[in-house]
């Protein structure tokens, strides 16, 4: 960036030499005297348009308003419509294309940054993303896309359209890791995320899932959740209970019970109604016994449990 303290003192300067108020040069430049004197306290920088006039009313060159520099350079082969010229006997970094974007228009930036892109590092890139077109951005992300990693564009993701996001997310589930995923996830689509969690309950186990939770649809969760208990345990839904319906824990719950799991459903037991674990103790207490009752007994109703010990030594 201009170092804006040094290009005010250097209109002081030069307005000093030419013989000129801050008023007489704000009259030339057809501006108001206050734009004039924040340029020379350093608060702001002259308007690209305004420097080929303020370099003629000094007679000086732009360089000399400015400061000696790669940046100064490629600001005067743009002001000039010596671009393409400048670029092709010049190497261009992102970094001085950055030190003359606050003053340039968005396609002139990416007049001079078409001629850098295919080398731009994703930091420089990320740097450069609030003056370029979401066209463009979308373009060099598609190329990180294809190389990887993902993870490269979650700090440029405020930048980029919904399509290309959604893009990202589909090649983390093919790839991974899920982690990028995760980090990408308050960007995403709703159809999108919920697309690539029942990818995730497909590949891997559904404790994959918990950092995703906040930002999948109750329907996806609870989808998940039935899927995973056909192959797996009630346990493993346990990091996922405070994102799943009552509706679905009580019926991954019964199905525990058919098995004769019920340790298993002492984790989740603050989750579930009080109707199915009702269920559960009656059915443990005739399976098992009393005793085995007890871990549960602290989520059971006064009433159940008075009820379970008369039925026992009714019996």
């Given at each position: 960036?201009?170092?804006?303290?040094?290009?005010?003192?250097n209109?002081v300067?030069?307005?000093g030499?030419?013989?000129?108020?801050?008023?007489?040069l704000a009259d030339?430049?057809?501006?108001s005297?206050?734009a004039v004197?924040?340029w020379?306290r350093?608060?702001?920088?002259?308007?690209i348009s305004?420097?080929?006039?303020l370099?003629?009313?000094f007679?000086?060159?732009?360089?000399?308003?400015?400061?000696?520099?790669?940046g100064t350079?490629?600001?005067?082969s743009?002001l000039e419509?010596?671009?393409e010229?400048?670029?092709h006997?010049h190497?261009v970094?992102a970094?001085e294309?950055l030190?003359?974007?606050?003053?340039?228009?968005?396609?002139?930036?990416?007049e001079?940054f078409?001629?850098?892109k295919?080398?731009?590092?994703i930091?420089?890139?990320v740097a450069?993303?609030?003056?370029?077109?979401?066209?463009?951005?979308?373009?060099?992300?598609?190329k990180?896309?294809?190389?990887?990693?993902i993870?490269?564009?979650?700090?440029?993701?405020?930048f980029?359209?919904?399509?290309?996001?959604?893009?990202c997310a589909?090649?983390?589930?093919e790839i991974?890791?899920?982690?990028?995923?995760v980090?990408?996830?308050?960007f995403l689509?709703?159809?999108v995320l919920?697309?690539?969690a029942r990818?995730?309950?497909e590949?891997?186990p559904i404790?994959?899932l918990?950092?995703?939770?906040?930002?999948?649809?109750?329907?996806?969760l609870?989808?998940?959740?039935?899927?995973?208990?056909?192959?797996?345990?009630i346990?493993?839904?346990?990091p996922?209970?405070?994102?799943?319906?009552?509706?679905?824990l009580?019926?991954?719950?019964?199905?525990?019970?058919?098995?004769?799991?019920?340790?298993?459903?002492v984790?989740?037991a603050?989750?579930?109604?009080?109707e199915?674990?009702?269920e559960c103790a009656?059915k443990?207490?005739?399976e098992?016994?009393?005793g085995a009752?007890?871990?549960l007994?602290?989520?059971?109703g006064k009433?159940i449990?008075?009820g379970l010990?008369?039925?026992?030594?009714?019996?």
């Amino acid at each position: 960036m201009f170092d804006m303290l040094k290009v005010g003192r250097n209109i002081v300067k030069l307005r000093g030499a030419a013989g000129l108020t801050q008023m007489g040069l704000a009259d030339k430049l057809g501006i108001s005297y206050q734009a004039v004197s924040n340029w020379e306290r350093g608060a702001s920088m002259p308007d690209i348009s305004k420097l080929p006039e303020l370099a003629e009313i000094f007679n000086v060159s732009i360089e000399e308003i400015l400061e000696e520099g790669r940046g100064t350079a490629i600001l005067t082969s743009v002001l000039e419509n010596a671009t393409e010229d400048y670029l092709h006997q010049h190497e261009v970094s992102a970094i001085e294309i950055l030190e003359v974007a606050p003053l340039l228009k968005t396609e002139q930036i990416e007049e001079v940054f078409e001629h850098v892109k295919a080398n731009v590092p994703i930091g420089d890139l990320v740097a450069l993303a609030p003056f370029l077109s979401e066209e463009v951005l979308d373009e060099c992300a598609r190329k990180v896309i294809e190389i990887g990693p993902i993870g490269d564009l979650v700090a440029l993701a405020p930048f980029l359209s919904d399509e290309v996001l959604d893009e990202c997310a589909r090649k983390v589930i093919e790839i991974g890791p899920i982690g990028d995923l995760v980090a990408l996830a308050p960007f995403l689509s709703d159809e999108v995320l919920d697309e690539c969690a029942r990818k995730v309950i497909e590949i891997g186990p559904i404790s994959n899932l918990v950092a995703l939770a906040p930002f999948l649809s109750d329907e996806v969760l609870d989808e998940c959740a039935r899927k995973a208990m056909e192959s797996g345990e009630i346990i493993d839904l346990l990091p996922l209970a405070p994102f799943l319906s009552e509706e679905v824990l009580d019926e991954c719950a019964r199905k525990t019970c058919e098995r004769g799991e019920f340790i298993d459903l002492v984790p989740l037991a603050p989750f579930l109604s009080e109707e199915v674990l009702n269920e559960c103790a009656r059915k443990l207490v005739e399976e098992q016994g009393l005793g085995a009752v007890l871990p549960l007994a602290p989520f059971l109703g006064k009433g159940i449990m008075e009820g379970l010990t008369t039925s026992l030594f009714t019996k």
